[in-house]
């Protein structure tokens, strides 16, 4: 089965998620990753008392996660949950709590949010979910975290991954510069606090690996292809491009349109391709959002000149 190319909507926030999932699917998108946000796929006031969505309505977010869900299976459509969003918890915090820290409230307020969107994926069969680990403060010579600080994380980490497996649903780790886990490398250290069996996989987001200097991208994939479950493909800007003033931690704080960055396309289409990953492939181009469905539009077009993208879209 091959790879399911796919694309991001947190770069359309100026659309209605449910409406782009029509479009993306005639450029010849299979998969459609969306980003719940505030009044958006996401209850403005948090989380069922019971930690369930009840089955009656309850409100215009809840319509509306129907109606995406819907539209997707109408369109034969896979979706991918992205859990990292910004202000759902705090109105004052883009970055949601991490799941390092000592603090039990705020990593607890993460988790349930993460719980909350295992069950909503978990009513359409073979949506992944991913999420973050949280931004993690450290200095240029910061070792990272501390054994305690991972046999903590570790152990959250196992708790959801149970509570997704229970349920059916695939959950992935993004590693992210600024982040408790900021790195591919850092991830396969963290495996090593998991017991044997935990079922947590890896969103690798190649922006973030040529970001973290992980490179050659292909080498590092192979290696974790046993847990490699989803991989963000996101082109990340040349050095010496004017930076996005945006926090660290910020998810694609580095994108650029894809074709337009330092990421051969070919090679790491190809390298996925030859190592038989059948996972969703997700372009992501985040803040270009006024520039609407012309840069997944672009997207398409630079990726249909990599055959293994080519033959992904042909055999999905």
């Known amino acids: 089965m091959p790879m399911t190319p796919g694309y991001h909507t947190g770069g359309l926030l100026l659309h209605d998620p449910v409406s782009t999932i029509e479009p993306l699917v005639s450029m010849g998108y299979r998969c459609v990753a969306v980003r719940p946000r505030r009044g958006i796929l996401a209850w403005e006031n948090g989380l069922a008392a019971d930690g369930a969505l009840s089955s009656q309505a309850r409100g215009p977010e809840s319509d509306s996660w129907d109606r995406f869900l819907d539209e997707a299976r ?14 759902v918890l705090d109105r004052e915090k883009a970055a949601m709590p991490s799941l390092a820290d000592s603090n039990a409230d705020s990593s607890q307020a993460a988790l349930d949010w993460c719980e909350h969107w295992i069950r909503m994926a978990e009513r359409l069969p073979g949506t992944v979910l991913t999420l973050g680990s949280g931004v993690w ?36 780790l993004r590693p992210a510069t600024g982040h408790a ?8 250290r963290m495996c090593q606090w998991l017991p044997d069996g935990v079922d947590l996989g890896l969103a690798a987001d190649l922006g973030e690996m040529v970001s973290a200097g992980e490179m050659p991208l292909g080498a590092r994939l192979q290696r974790n292809a046993e847990r490699l479950k989803l991989v963000y493909l996101c082109d990340h800007r040349w050095p ?3 930076p996005r003033d945006l926090p660290l931690g910020t998810v694609g704080r580095d994108d650029t349109p894809i074709g337009t960055g330092e990421l051969t396309l070919r090679r790491v289409t190809e390298t996925l391709g030859k190592m038989g990953f059948d996972g969703p492939l997700v372009a992501r181009v985040e803040g270009h959002c006024e520039q609407g469905l012309r840069i997944p539009r672009l997207g398409m077009q630079h990726l249909m000149q990599c055959r293994w ?8």
Request: net charge negative.
């Open 137 to 172: 403060p450290r200095d240029e010579f910061s070792p990272g975290l501390s054994e305690a600080d991972l046999e903590r994380l570790a152990s959250r980490l196992e708790s959801l991954a149970s509570f997704a497996q229970q349920r059916g649903v695939s959950i992935a």
């Open 74 to 87: 109408l369109h034969r459509c896979r979706v991918v949950i992205d859990t990292e969003s910004s202000f």
């Open 309 to 316: 993208w080519r033959q992904a879209c042909e055999q999905a």
């Open 240 to 242: 010496g491009q004017p």
């Open 181 to 188: 886990i900021s790195s591919v490398a850092e991830f396969e």
